[in-house]
């Protein structure tokens, strides 16, 4: 069964950080890129970040680049997101997604943002910025 689980989440104030981790099992995630979206209460899904299936490339969005990072450890099946100098509007559930190939969906315009056109999809980890 292939899963692909995120964890770190957490309550953080502004201009904290967390690391999310997005651990994969079933396939091989090594050759597969990523990509980490997120929704915030009442809004749609949003590109944040994605990292090619060599782990050269990396995309992020224009409100997260700079605080946000994204790698991989192929040794343990899992790629990350560490987030520093989080804001208010950094809340909401994020989840990473991921597609068989090295190609980084943050370089495919427009950038898919459905469920549906992903291969695989994880639950999701709650992230919550306040004071």
């Known amino acids: 069964e292939v899963q692909l689980v995120e964890s770190g989440g957490g309550l953080v104030q502004p201009g904290g950080s967390l690391r999310l981790s997005c651990a994969a099992s079933g396939f091989t995630f090594s050759i597969s890129s990523m990509t980490w979206l997120r929704q915030a209460p009442g809004k749609e899904l949003e590109w944040v970040s994605s990292?090619?299936?060599?782990?050269?490339?990396?995309y992020y969005a224009d409100s997260v680049k700079g605080r946000f990072t994204v790698s991989k450890d192929d040794s343990k099946s899992t790629r990350y997101l560490q987030m520093i100098a989080l804001k208010p509007e950094d809340t909401g559930i994020y989840y990473c997604a991921a597609e068989p190939g090295f190609v980084a969906m943050g370089s495919v315009r427009p950038i898919p943002t459905s469920p549906d056109d992903y291969a695989y999809w994880g639950q999701g980890t709650q992230v919550t910025v306040s004071s």
């Open positions: 990292i090619g299936g060599a782990g050269l490339l990396k």
